[in-house]
């Protein structure tokens, strides 16, 4: 019984922290610009360690995590091992993307597409990376939930439609920018055990 209390605290403990970090790095509606590129209210691209820290809160510190933890369980180190070799596919991505980039002058794979193959295999390729989000969002809502019963029960149905909720409030109120922050937020406080002090700089975008 307390193991359930415990993790229905921390729940709600972790939506109050998220939900403090957005009202202070959103306390007004933010621009387009802010909204859909995560930039800063002074027009600042977000610097490269806010980016990395989102990447690895998203990527990292989500379904893989567990994936990995469930592998190792049932297979020893050699699951767990063979789960992380798929990171190995950021390192390809990384410099196809570099070499598109700086050899072909392409701004994004989209562009590359439409100028090599034309404008129906981009949106081919649009409507595969939307299948491929929808899938990692639910998927990881999924493995969140089961922490709070089995899958179908209550708790786990409670679980998933108040982290959904929460999850689109914030993301409607500040977009990409409140997803960067938050995401920064976390990681910085899990890691350093501080108070995220960019909170508090979060116009002038200093990272």
């Given at each position: 019984?307390?193991?359930?209390?415990?993790?229905?605290?921390?729940?709600?403990?972790?939506?109050?922290?998220?939900?403090?970090?957005?009202?202070?790095?959103?306390?007004?509606?933010?621009?387009?610009?802010?909204?859909?590129?995560?930039?800063?209210?002074?027009?600042?691209?977000?610097?490269?360690?806010?980016?990395?820290?989102?990447?690895?809160?998203?990527?990292?510190?989500?379904?893989?995590?567990?994936?990995?933890?469930?592998?190792?369980?049932?297979?020893?180190i050699a699951?767990?091992?063979?789960?992380?070799?798929?990171?190995?596919?950021?390192?390809?991505?990384?410099?196809?993307?570099?070499?598109?980039?700086?050899?072909?002058?392409?701004?994004?794979?989209?562009?590359?597409?439409?100028?090599?193959?034309?404008?129906?295999?981009?949106?081919?390729?649009?409507?595969?990376?939307?299948?491929?989000?929808?899938?990692?969002?639910?998927?990881?809502?999924?493995?969140?939930?089961?922490?709070?019963?089995?899958?179908?029960?209550?708790?786990?149905?409670?679980?998933?439609?108040?982290?959904?909720?929460?999850?689109?409030?914030?993301?409607?109120?500040?977009?990409?920018?409140?997803?960067?922050?938050?995401?920064?937020?976390?990681?910085?406080?899990?890691?350093?055990?501080?108070?995220?002090?960019?909170?508090?700089?979060?116009n002038g975008?200093?990272?």
């Open positions: 019984m307390w193991v359930a209390t415990f993790t229905w605290a921390l729940l709600l403990g972790y939506g109050l922290f998220i939900y403090r970090v957005v009202q202070v790095t959103t306390p007004n509606q933010v621009s387009a610009s802010e909204f859909f590129q995560g930039e800063s209210a002074q027009g600042k691209a977000p610097g490269l360690w806010l980016l990395a820290a989102s990447a690895a809160i998203t990527w990292v510190f989500a379904k893989s995590i567990d994936n990995a933890a469930s592998l190792a369980g049932s297979l020893g699951g767990g091992v063979g789960y992380t070799l798929y990171y190995l596919s950021f390192g390809t991505a990384a410099i196809a993307l570099y070499f598109l980039r700086v050899r072909g002058g392409y701004h994004s794979v989209p562009e590359f597409l439409v100028s090599k193959y034309g404008g129906f295999c981009a949106k081919l390729f649009l409507v595969a990376i939307a299948i491929r989000l929808i899938n990692e969002v639910w998927s990881n809502t999924k493995v969140f939930s089961l922490y709070f019963g089995a899958e179908g029960s209550p708790g786990y149905w409670i679980a998933a439609s108040l982290v959904t909720a929460f999850t689109v409030y914030y993301s409607l109120l500040g977009g990409l920018r409140s997803s960067l922050l938050t995401d920064g937020a976390q990681i910085k406080g899990e890691y350093l055990g501080i108070r995220p002090n960019f909170v508090n700089q979060a975008d200093r990272h």
